[in-house]
Every structure is written in structure tokens, then in C-alpha cells.
């Protein structure tokens, strides 16, 4: 299955999705998916779901989004899907077609599917190698980024009769970054005694708020609140 889910998006005919007499002035730069591959993962995928556990998706269905390109609008109402594994966002042009496209990755542009906000870092000066992210903390001096990651496992079956099968599954590692306003990622550990250290002067504040707040930094919710109140410091 990986190396399916590999070749799916290896297609690299460029085209440009939506046409300009929808009203727009811009064009979605895109690229196809090769049909033949999709399907076979897809049925793949489909027939056997449920004896995987987890997701290659942040969204298993398609969601209604919009694109922005420079705080512009470049097209709503689009139905997007991030799938991590591939590290692309997907779009399909209405609900009932079978075909979709991939986003070229594009640092210009800001994806919301479903409030969830998408951005892509270039890598090494490259937008092609470049990675998503969530954006979690979009406003303030410092923003809060999610990077997330998906490794598939092949399902094991039980080698002796002491053992167990073991179901294939998609296993999701987030990692999340502190962004100053110069664009600097800084990686916040999951250690406590180490996650503190990168905010330096300010430590002893969020050390103070999350035993106020009973905040633990493992949970995606409590780090959003901390980020904010870090924030709220420099006002």
C-alpha cells in the first residue's frame, strides 16, 4: 500500500483547474493525479479501511475550504482534502466527481479547510520539497505551527499461537514549532524541563500560567493557550 500512495500524485501535468470566467483573477495552479493509480488506491484503500487503523488524512472527506494567495482571494467553496502521508492538499471540483487534483505548493498561498489553516514552507529554497503546515496560532508576535507526519505499518500477522495478528495502521507524529515574526521556526520539545528553556526570559511566566492553568504541552488545546498567553506578554 505504500508504494501506492507513493505514486499516486506522480503525475506532473500542469493545467490550471478553474477557468476565469468563474470570476476570479487568478488561476489555481494544479497538477493531475494519474487516474489508473488513484483507483487502485482508492479500492485498495476502501476494501480494506476497516482492518486499518487510523488515517492517511487530516480529513478523511473532501470539506469545503478556500484559497488565499497574499490575503487575496484566489477561489471559495472549494472541497479540499490534506493528505499528510503525501503531504498534499487535494481538491475536487464538486461532490459527485470521482476525479481530483493536487495544489502546487505555493509559499503565497494560505489553504482553510474547515478552519484549518494550511501553509507551505519552502525547503532549502525549494517550493516543490517544501512542507505543510497547520497553523494554530495565526496572530500575534509569535505563531504556533503543527507539522504532521504519517508512517504506515503492514499488518503482522501472529507468528506463534501465544502471539496476535497485528492490523495494518497509519500511525501520525506531530511535532510543533514556534514562528517569530522573521519567519524562524523554533521546535518545541515535549519535555518539560526542555520546552521551557526556548522561551528564556519569559520561562518562568508560562511555567507559572500553565500550573495556574493546569496546562500540559502534549495536548494540542493547552499548547494553543500558553502560545496566546505568551503572546499576550509582549502587548
Keep these: 500500500m505504500k508504494k501506492a500512495v507513493l505514486f499516486i500524485l506522480l503525475s506532473i501535468i500542469f493545467y490550471p483547474v478553474f477557468s476565469q470566467s468563474e470570476k476570479f483573477n ?10 489508473q493509480q488513484l483507483n487502485g488506491f482508492e479500492g485498495m484503500y476502501d476494501e480494506s479501511r476497516s482492518n ?3 488515517s492517511p488524512y487530516a480529513n478523511n472527506d473532501f470539506m469545503l475550504g478556500s484559497i488565499y494567495q497574499n490575503e487575496k482571494v484566489l477561489k471559495n467553496n ?6 499528510i502521508y503525501s503531504d498534499e492538499i487535494e481538491i475536487k471540483e464538486n461532490k ?5 487534483s493536487a495544489l502546487i505548493k505555493n ?7 474547515d478552519e484549518r489553516i494550511y501553509v507551505s514552507i519552502p525547503l532549502n529554497g525549494s517550493e ?7 497553523v494554530l496560532v495565526p496572530e500575534g508576535r509569535f505563531k504556533l505551527y503543527k507539522k504532521s507526519s504519517i508512517s504506515f505499518q503492514k499488518a503482522k500477522p501472529a507468528v506463534t499461537s501465544y502471539d496476535r495478528d497485528r492490523p495494518a495502521k497509519f500511525t501520525t507524529l506531530n511535532t510543533f514549532y514556534l514562528v ?3 519567519g524562524k521556526f523554533y521546535e518545541l520539545p515535549s519535555k518539560s524541563s526542555k520546552f521551557y528553556k526556548v522561551f528564556k526570559e519569559k520561562s518562568s511566566n508560562l511555567k507559572s500560567f500553565a500550573k495556574k492553568g493546569k496546562i ?8 494553543i493557550r500558553l502560545i496566546n498567553y505568551y503572546n499576550s506578554l509582549f502587548k
Aim: hydrophobic share 30%; net charge negative; aromatic share 12%.
Design 26 to 35: 487568478y488561476r489555481l495552479s494544479v497538477r493531475t493525479i494519474d487516474m
Design 52 to 54: 486499518i487503523e487510523g
Design 78 to 83: 472549494l472541497l479540499l482534502r490534506y493528505n
Design 96 to 100: 459527485n466527481s470521482k476525479e481530483y
Design 107 to 113: 509559499q503565497d498561498y494560505t489553504i482553510v479547510i
Design 128 to 134: 516543490e520539497n517544501g512542507n505543510y503546515f497547520n
Design 180 to 182: 517569530d515574526h522573521n
Design 216 to 223: 500540559n504541552i502534549k495536548k494540542e488545546k493547552d499548547l
